[in-house]
């Protein structure tokens, strides 16, 4: 009984809350969805299950690279419109040489590029990541907005059309899920991204290279977005004017509302980023199934659920800043202890 008490007592706040808010959403729009004329859930059925899957593929796998970076206490903002050029410049790459498969390549090095340029940035010139990629959100929209004025939109090779072949993208993105997720939770650079997350004073102190782990982290971030921009050509069937638009955001809410604290730290973990990415999607496809897809109203939902991850997001940080004093004061207090009885 006292092994289940204890247990109960680790259990974090942050942790539990992921969960209660995507059994909510889940249910709350597969009630909203009935459809008394069919006697049908909308939400369950197979066609909006596999759209669900389908357009969180792409915020799950960007996620999984940007993680590193939130677990710094970092943010990068710049992923919606390194998806696009990495898109575009490889798309535009494959149709030039007639090459169909530098597709691949392309997006992913231009994505790690404009990843590793962050990192730099933000490691050696001490710039507020906020800030910097704020910038780049900005610019290289421009510069995306611009090369596509002569490049046009280019639909998918034809010879790497196999890949939208759910039997094909399905398990490429297991696999792609698997390999980061166990590069964030068993290796070093998960596990010192998080250290930096909680106190990155102390990691230097204990020798953790921070700036190093800085680039690691967003050149992870930029890799990923490199490779969502692959799998937005294969759902979409090629690039578009709006692609990769509002994603950053998208993927931060994603994170947050999976439960990972804005300073990052112990609290990233990355189950939370299928949380949060599944919950934002069925908010979206529920808005759409009963009738409340304009955009005034996907916004408003969106705002309010920042709005409401935030207050979270403080009232964990508090709890957490508690028990942290909590447990320095019952430090002191045995070395007090300790030292009276000498």
Request: glycine residues 10%.
């Given at each position: 009984m006292s092994k289940m008490k204890e247990k109960l007592r680790k259990l974090n706040f942050q942790d539990v809350v992921p969960f209660v808010a995507f059994i909510v959403i889940f249910l709350f729009f597969t009630f909203a969805s009935y459809n008394s004329r069919t006697g049908t859930f909308q939400m369950l059925t197979l066609r909006n299950l596999n759209t669900i899957v389908s357009q969180a593929m792409i915020t799950i796998v960007v996620a999984t690279g940007a993680m590193f970076v939130v677990a710094q206490g970092s943010t990068d903002l710049s992923v919606g419109v390194n998806l696009a050029l990495s898109g575009v410049i490889g798309s535009y790459v494959a149709y030039i040489t007639g090459i169909d498969w530098l597709l691949i390549p392309v997006s992913l090095a231009m994505g790690l590029i404009v990843g590793i340029f962050n990192g730099v940035i933000v490691s050696k010139c001490k710039v507020s990541s906020f800030m910097l990629t704020l910038a780049m959100l900005i610019g290289v929209r421009g510069l995306v907005n611009y090369l596509q004025t002569f490049t046009d939109v280019q639909s998918i090779p034809g010879s790497l059309s196999f890949l939208s072949n759910s039997a094909v993208k399905i398990?490429?993105?297991?696999?792609?899920?698997?390999?980061?997720?166990?590069?964030?939770?068993?290796t070093k650079v998960g596990r010192y991204s998080r250290?930096?997350?909680?106190?990155?004073?102390?990691a230097k102190f204990v020798g953790i290279p921070t700036d190093?782990?800085?680039?690691?982290?967003?050149?992870?971030?930029?890799?990923?977005?490199?490779?969502?921009?692959?799998f937005y050509i294969i759902n979409m069937g090629g690039t578009s004017n709006q692609m990769g638009s509002f994603l950053e955001i998208r993927v931060i809410m994603a994170i947050y509302l999976g439960g990972v604290l804005v300073t990052g730290g112990s609290s990233a973990k990355f189950y939370k980023i299928l949380l949060g990415s599944f919950s934002i999607q069925i908010i979206i496809t529920g808005l759409a199934l009963i009738g409340k897809s304009d955009v005034q109203y996907s916004q408003t939902v969106q705002g309010l659920l920042l709005l409401l991850i935030l207050f979270l997001s403080m009232l964990a940080g508090s709890r957490r800043r508690r028990h942290v004093e909590h447990l320095e004061v019952s430090e002191e207090a045995g070395k007090a202890k300790v030292i009276d009885r000498k």
């Open positions: 398990p490429l993105f297991i696999v792609i899920l698997v390999i980061m997720c166990y590069v964030f939770e068993f250290a930096i997350g909680e106190n990155e004073t102390t190093r782990l800085k680039i690691i982290a967003f050149a992870l971030s930029g890799l990923m977005a490199g490779v969502g921009a692959i």
